[in-house]
């Protein structure tokens, strides 16, 4: 049974979608842009966006009773491959020990002209 994970402790979907989706033992979380819970852009740089979206990314895995050592797989997508080591030292600090599988892509594009998404799969225990 397709279950609805959401949370006001991250960004309200900006379209037809869910922040996730619990089946069975795993939980799939749309993709996390760099928008405040209050739906506010974040302002700096990479580095900063790429703090928000993990928090965000967080946020829906705890409203889905898991946490970021339960994620399995991870797609980041960069609208400039050049701020690659940048969001990879800041990933490298919420994913520490066994860090899941990962693909990272560099995309023409993002929602509301953010740098970085990221989207996970996570496993229930």
Known sequence: MKEIIQTANAPAAIGPYSQAIGIGNLIFVSGQIPFTPGGERVEGGIKEETIRVLENLKAVLDEGGVSLDQVVKTTI????????????EIYGKYFTDHP????TVEVSALPKGVNVEIEAIAARS
Do not use: T
């Open 100 to 103: 899941p599988a990962r693909a």
């Open 77 to 88: 997508y960069l609208k400039d491959m050049a701020d690659f080591a940048a969001v990879n």
